[in-house]
């Protein structure tokens, strides 16, 4: 646990401890969902979330368009943005295809937009034809070993997913406590807010993560329904630490939070940085070769217990903290 606190504080001060692509050579592909609106306003909404993620992701956090993949209602409501339709099929074939592509330190990034059910005693999200579950994704999910996964369902009966998708190197975000809060959600709205402007960088280092999106959708949220006057109806929640328990109330210090505060979105912050000072050219390199090594160590994660991947992290992070102190001290940013 002490271990769990250095790691989770250090990513939290530095900003910068979160491995991003360029550093790399690594990737981080997204899948975006959307599923059956019901009715015009709905499908509208829905799409105008998807739509604005989309256009975060491919114009201010530096993904490619190939690494990002919106499958909608249909095809028609948007032909140069949406893939494909969201069939069950189609989302474990994108999911499928992903795997076959990803290296071994990619990251995949999922967002359900929709709106959710629970049937069973499983939860699910309406897609045309059969709704996909949590089993489903968690089959799908068994084709990335190494490679960090986070799902965030911004639908409702959305806290039925967390638990049977909770484990090492996951990162689950739901708009509802639990399967039970069944009413149409306003997190989505919010969560893509977080994404497409500055409001959720809290610490401002030009990069938004999961946590920092996460926070301020809830934090939205509520306001929302102070606002209308209308009484809380949905609980968002996150799981980062496996144990399938979402929490409500998070942070880098843990116990949930730490892994998403390690997710980040790139953005301008995130290209190769390069200077004409040679002192500063220098530290941007050891900069480099010091993320490259804590890439490295996140790929074979896995294999390692938590106190043996704790261990040979925070020194990591330790070295990463001074590097980026000397470069603001040479004038440059990290």
């Known amino acids: 646990m002490r271990r769990a606190l250095v790691l989770a504080l250090c990513t939290a001060l530095l900003a ?175 969560f893509a807010q977080a994404l497409s402007g500055a409001g959720a960088d809290l610490d401002h280092d030009e990069r938004v993560s999961l946590l920092e999106a996460f926070l301020f959708a809830k934090q939205e949220v509520a306001r929302y329904y102070e606002e209308q006057n209308e009484i809380l109806v949905e609980h968002a929640v996150l799981d980062d630490n496996g144990d399938g328990t979402g929490s409500t109330d998070v942070g880098p210090e843990g116990p949930d939070g730490v892994l998403a505060s390690m997710f980040t979105l790139g953005g301008a912050a995130a290209a190769v940085r390069t200077s004409d000072d040679p002192v500063l050219a220098r530290l941007y390199a050891e900069q480099a070769e010091i993320q490259g090594r804590i890439d490295e160590l996140r790929v074979v994660r896995t294999a390692l217990t938590e106190d043996e991947f704790l261990a040979r992290m925070e020194p990591l992070l330790v070295e990463l903290a001074l590097k980026n102190r000397e470069i603001r001290e040479a004038g440059g940013g990290v």
């Open 16 to 190: 910068a401890a979160a491995p991003d692509e360029t550093h790399a050579q690594s990737r981080t592909h997204a899948v975006i969902v959307v599923g059956i609106g019901g009715t015009a306003e709905y499908r509208e909404s829905f799409h105008a979330e998807a739509s604005q993620i989309f256009t975060a992701l491919t114009t201010e956090h530096g993904f490619s368009r190939d690494e990002v993949t919106y499958l909608g209602e249909t095809v028609e409501t948007a032909p140069g943005m949406i893939t494909d339709r969201s069939t069950r099929a189609n989302v474990l074939k994108v999911l499928g295809e992903i795997a076959q592509r990803a290296g071994p330190a990619d990251r995949v990034l999922v967002i359900l937009i929709g709106h959710g059910t629970d049937q069973g005693g499983e939860a699910q999200l309406n897609l045309p034809g059969p709704d996909i579950t949590p089993t489903d994704f968690e089959l799908a999910g068994m084709a990335f070993p190494s490679q960090p996964l986070a799902l965030v369902h911004t639908g409702s009966a959305s806290g039925g997913w967390v638990e049977p998708l909770a484990g090492p190197n996951r990162i689950v975000i739901a708009a509802t406590r639990t399967a039970r809060e069944q009413n149409a959600t306003e997190f989505g709205q919010f």
